[in-house]
């Protein structure tokens, strides 16, 4: 039996998320612009018809990988166990799962976004409202930590929340353009640890956290 034939007999969400995951990887390894809908077909085992039986495009394939990866819900900002975390601890988490879910085998998402708005692209308005909404987030959990005393003061809680994303988009833009930086999860999980800790709260990280 041919791979292809192979393939027809898989479900179809199934094969939709293989030619997802198969896009992805090209467009990590060689850039959305650079990146055909032959590459994808080779790298998904399958061809070019399978790919349009599904998507109409490859911009059509980025926009969904887009969505997919700013689904709210998929972030569990909301879950109970987070809610009931004091705010500087929240905000740990929150980061946390930012930096999870923001990566797919290693790679970060920014740059597809980055791809996506550039000249006015067709998801520019969904990723603002995501940054918008996470800046928010982050302002309203700051600003609690701030009226209980955990976390500094001295700034507005807008402008640190618009701080700690800058830093973590920084650190997604150095991890997708140097291999020896690409590890959000360990390095710069720890890089956003020690700037959390020793930069905004209001007392010794060595020490046991305050209640």
């Known amino acids: 039996m041919s791979k292809t034939l192979g393939w027809k007999k898989l479900p179809e969400d199934v094969r939709r998320e293989s030619i997802l995951s198969a896009a992805m990887r090209c467009f990590f390894s060689k850039g ?3 990146t055909s809908v032959q590459d994808i077909a080779d790298t998904a085992g399958l061809t070019k018809g399978g ?9 059509e394939i980025r926009d969904t990988l887009i969505r997919d990866f700013l689904d709210w819900n998929r972030f569990g900002f909301q879950d109970p166990e987070v809610l009931a975390l004091p705010p500087h601890l929240r905000m740990k988490e929150f980061l ?3 930096a999870n879910r923001l990566t797919i085998e290693g790679n970060c998402s920014p740059r597809l976004f980055a791809e996506a708005t550039s000249n006015g692209g067709s998801m520019e308005k969904e990723i603002v409202s995501f940054y918008d909404s996470l800046e928010n987030l982050f302002t309203e959990t700051i600003l609690e930590g701030q009226n209980a005393g955990s976390i500094v003061n001295h700034m507005s809680a807008n402008l640190i929340a618009r701080t700690v994303l800058a830093v973590f988009d920084g650190l997604q833009i150095q991890a997708d353009i140097s291999p020896s930086r ?3 999860q ?3 999980r720890d890089t956003l640890n020690s700037f959390f800790k020793n930069l905004l709260l209001n007392f010794d990280p060595t020490c046991e956290n305050p209640n």
């Open 186 to 188: 360990t390095r710069g």
């Open 182 to 184: 690409r590890n959000l």
């Open 51 to 59: 790919i349009y039986f599904h998507f109409e495009s490859k911009e």
């Open 96 to 98: 946390e799962r930012l």
């Open 32 to 34: 959305f612009e650079k």
